[in-house]
Nanobody, 124 residues
Framework: QVQLVESGGGLVQPGGSLRLSCAAS????????IGWFRQAPGKEREGVSF????????YYANSVKGRFTMSRDNAKNTVYLQMDSLKPEDTAVYYC?????????????????WGRGTQVTVSS
C-alpha cells in the first residue's frame, strides 16, 4: 500500500525554523519526483519545492528560495524540508506528493500520491 506521511509541523515565531519530514511506504522514493506543496486558507495549493526523479536536482519556488532546503534520505525512504527564516505568509498546510511520470512538475494534478498534510503556523 502506497503511503506518504508528513510530520514536523507546528507553531513557530517569525524568523524561526522547522524541519518537515515525509516518510514513504509501499514504494521507493528514489523512483519518483517528490514535491512539497502548501495550501493556505482560501488559496490554491502551490508548489514549494521538488526533487526530480531524473537526476535528483532540487527546485524551489521564488517565495522560498534561499530559506527552504529539500533533501532526501534514500536509506530511510524519507524526504525533508528544512524551513528557515520563516515568515507569517509561510503559514499553511504542507503536503508531500509523489509523481511517477513527471520528472519536473509544479502542477498538483501531475502528482499521483499525496500525504494528509501537516500544519505550519508562523505567528508571534
Amino acid at each position: 500500500q502506497v503511503q506518504l506521511v508528513e510530520s514536523g509541523g507546528g507553531l513557530v515565531q517569525p524568523g524561526g525554523s522547522l524541519r518537515l519530514s515525509c516518510a514513504a511506504s509501499g514504494f521507493i522514493l528514489d523512483d519518483y519526483t517528490i514535491g512539497w506543496f502548501r495550501q493556505a486558507p482560501g488559496k490554491e495549493r502551490e508548489g514549494v519545492s521538488f526533487i526530480s526523479s531524473s537526476d535528483a536536482s532540487t527546485y524551489y519556488a521564488n517565495s522560498v528560495k534561499g530559506r527552504f532546503t529539500m533533501s532526501r534520505d534514500n536509506a530511510k525512504n524519507t524526504v525533508y524540508l528544512q524551513m528557515d527564516s520563516l515568515k507569517p505568509e509561510d503559514t499553511a498546510v504542507y503536503y508531500c506528493a509523489a509523481s511517477a511520470v513527471y520528472s519536473y512538475s509544479w502542477v498538483p494534478n501531475e502528482y499521483d500520491y499525496w500525504g494528509r498534510g501537516t500544519q505550519v503556523t508562523v505567528s508571534s
